[in-house]
T-cell receptor, first 116, second 113 residues
Framework: NAGVTQTPKFRVLKTGQSMTLLCAQD?????MYWYRQDPGMGLRLIHY???????AKGEVPDGYNVSRLKKQNFLLGLESAAPSQTSVYFC???????????????FGDGTRLSIL | AQSVSQHNHHVILSEAASLELGCNYS??????LFWYVQYPGQHLQLLLK??????LVKGIKGFEAEFIKSKFSFNLRKPSVQWSDTAEYFC???????????FGKGTKLSVKP
């Protein structure tokens, strides 16, 4: 099993360009997440999805859009890239939370995105 | 607002030293707690988790953490660190069963051989 796969691994964009980051998981997880990781900031949740066809805003959603057309894929889009979006982006997935809510998240290897 | 605090930004230890990384959370009710580790150039991996029961949780690679409800803390410990433990450690918490995971800002651990 590949687990959580992110493509691409690296990308350099110019300000104003658009792009889509792809996250794919083969664990049949219901929940998927996009985070950005910045030095000294930890991980901040951008958007998440609790199932196919549903998405929700996280902590820092502005400037990003997402889609979950298939259960195994979660796409993160930047419509007009800005230098402030230079970051490392991590996708994660998890099983549906039980009443206990203890399901850990499985992370991809990250996408390093630089906006010039 | 719900938050997770990791007070140590960077910890430097020599091999065989003992480790304790602090984590405090601000949730009033039921909370699920996690420690993740990120080795250089790699993705985050789960070290251990707590959701109920014994407040002393044992994880992989000799790590353990203790949940102290009265102190809102979930500190990570290891009796004797190795050079291979050099990584960044993230504490995370989720309030109840439906809340999102909130991460601390991370603690970098550097272990000198």
């Amino acid at each position: 099993n590949a687990g959580v796969t992110q493509t691409p691994k690296f990308r350099v964009l110019k300000t104003g360009q658009s792009m889509t980051l792809l996250c794919a998981q083969d664990m049949n997880h219901e929940y998927m997440y996009w985070y950005r990781q910045d030095p000294g900031m930890g991980l901040r949740l951008i958007h998440y999805s609790v199932g196919e066809g549903t998405t929700a805003k996280g902590e820092v959603p502005d400037g990003y859009n997402v889609s979950r057309l298939k259960k195994q894929n979660f796409l993160l889009g930047l419509e007009s890239a800005a230098p402030s979006q230079t970051s490392v982006y991590f996708c994660a997935s998890s099983r549906r939370d039980t009443l206990v809510g203890n399901q850990p998240q499985h992370f991809g290897d990250g996408t390093r995105l630089s906006i010039l | 607002a719900q938050s997770v605090s990791q007070h140590n930004h960077h910890v430097i230890l020599s091999e065989a030293a003992s480790l304790e990384l602090g984590c405090n959370y601000s949730y009033g009710g039921t909370v699920n707690l996690f420690w993740y580790v990120q080795y250089p150039g790699q993705h985050l991996q789960l070290l251990l988790k707590y959701f109920s029961g014994d407040p002393l949780v044992k994880g992989i690679k000799g790590f353990e953490a203790e949940f102290i409800k009265s102190k809102f803390s979930f500190n990570l410990r290891k009796p004797s660190v190795q050079w291979s433990d050099t990584a960044e450690y993230f504490c995370a918490a989720r309030g109840g069963s439906q809340g999102n995971l909130i991460f601390g800002k991370g603690t970098k651990l550097s272990v000198k051989p």
